[in-house]
């Protein structure tokens, strides 16, 4: 299964991206899915995670509210709204595909992983 990520790029404080993560295989239509960011010089953390049909969304506390995860069966696609991004949002984020039908808040519970796509929120 590969995974590509896209949509990062360079805003302003309290701007808004999206963020898009495409699987090449149905076979994640069976699985939970999350993003994670890392930061330069920090380990990767998590953002956001959705379950097989949707029907149960996860966020860390430093994205909830601002953040939101969702997907699309038809094009095996996932999306990642950010909303009132802010300097510490900054981070290459990186999309996965969970063990689980269900996401997880570990690194440990996803499999595959994207490549990542660069967001940068300038002061």
């Known amino acids: 299964v590969q995974l590509q990520a896209s949509g990062g790029g360079l805003v302003q404080d309290g701007d808004s991206l999206r963020l898009s993560c495409t699987s090449s295989?149905?076979?994640?239509?069976?699985?939970?899915m999350g993003w994670f960011r890392q930061a330069p010089g920090k380990g990767r953390e998590f953002v956001a995670g959705?379950?097989?049909?949707?029907?149960?969304?996860i966020y860390s506390d430093s994205v909830k509210g601002r953040f939101t995860i969702s997907r699309d069966y038809a094009s095996n696609t996932i999306y990642l709204q950010m909303n009132s991004l802010k300097p510490e949002d900054t981070a290459v984020y990186y999309c996965?595909?969970?063990?689980?039908?269900?996401?997880?808040?570990?690194?440990?519970?996803?499999?595959?992983w994207g490549q990542g796509t660069q967001v940068t929120v300038s002061a």
């Open positions: 295989r149905r076979t994640s239509s069976n699985n939970g």
């Open positions: 959705i379950a097989w049909n949707g029907g149960q969304t």
């Open positions: 996965a595909t969970a063990l689980r039908a269900v996401p997880g808040s570990h690194e440990t519970d996803y499999r595959y």
